[in-house]
């Protein structure tokens, strides 16, 4: 079992930033990709962001392209979503998410989600 939680979320501005953070326990970090996806009111979960083991290589929606920038920290068992250039349509609930170590990111196959953290984007 990987455990995970989020925090970071909050109340902002269009056009401000926030870092989410997302620590994980209960397994070996570095044998797990990772994920961010979002859910807003009334909308289905839908993929952010995505990144190796390794942190090698990353992936993102083109909703957050250029925007949003995930990384991960294997020796503080944690991984981050940078979030700039906040917009309205950002606010949801924001989880982290864990899925077996493979060469690539992707959207799918998680096997393990946090609680969420809740993002507010202020018009």
């Known amino acids: 079992q990987v455990q995970l939680v989020e925090s970071g979320g909050g109340l902002v501005q269009a056009g401000d930033s926030l870092r989410l953070s997302c620590a994980a326990s209960?397994?070996?970090?570095?044998?797990?990709?990772m994920g961010w996806f979002r859910q807003a009111p009334g909308k289905e979960r839908e993929f952010v962001a995505a990144i190796t083991w390794s942190g090698s290589s990353t992936y993102y929606a083109d909703s957050v392209k250029g925007r949003f920038t995930i990384s991960r920290d294997n020796a503080k068992n944690t991984v981050y979503l940078q979030m700039n250039s906040l917009k309205p349509e950002d606010t949801a609930v924001y989880y982290c998410?864990?899925?077996?170590?493979?060469?690539?990111?992707?959207?799918?196959?998680?096997?393990?989600w946090g609680q969420g953290t809740q993002v507010t984007v202020s018009s």
């Open positions: 998410a864990a899925r077996p170590a493979s060469g690539r990111p992707t959207a799918v196959g998680y096997d393990y």
């Open positions: 209960g397994r070996t970090f570095s044998n797990y990709n």
